[in-house]
């Protein structure tokens, strides 16, 4: 009796392993696609600034209003 206790919590801890891999097959190029293109976006908002104005703290501060989400989506369509 105490072998076969032992038998079904292997079963039961193989397929929690087999769950999680799936999972991680499943999640892991979604998080990997969505930091790629959250990082190209960033890049590209930050080398292309169009829009300054002055903080009443004296900064400059950088805007430019989605840029880098629009020139991303038009390269991944064209």
Not at 38 to 65: A, C, H, L, M
């Amino acid at each position: 009796m105490n072998n076969e206790s032992l038998e079904q919590k292997g079963f039961r801890f193989s397929k929690l392993l087999n769950y999680f891999l799936q999972g991680l097959l499943v999640i892991a190029p979604i998080a990997i696609t969505i930091y790629a293109v959250y990082s190209v976006v960033s890049f590209i908002d930050n080398q292309v600034p169009i829009f300054t104005e002055k903080g009443s703290d004296g900064k400059v501060y950088v805007r430019n209003y989605g840029l880098g989400f629009l020139l991303v989506i038009v390269a991944i369509i064209f």
